[in-house]
């Protein structure tokens, strides 16, 4: 499982895909759009365990693919 995340300032989304492939291609359609302050595409370690962002943005429980900041 492949996990997008866009951060924004109105809100986040998160899109899950199957195919390596979909989910980088959609990573690199969230960088361009320029609504996004960071996007984030990743892999949780295993089923049921906690994963998400520390305090300083750092991501903990999941495999970090691609992480792009958006100024």
Known sequence: ?????????????????????EAKDAFDESCAEGDNY?????????????FGFGAEGEVFGAEVL??????
């Open 1 to 21: 499982m492949f996990l997008l995340i866009n951060m924004n300032h109105d809100g986040d989304t998160y899109r899950i895909f199957k195919d390596v492939a």
């Open 38 to 50: 960071r996007v984030v595409l990743l892999v949780p370690y295993t089923d049921g365990e906690h």
């Open 66 to 71: 691609f992480d792009e900041v958006i100024e």
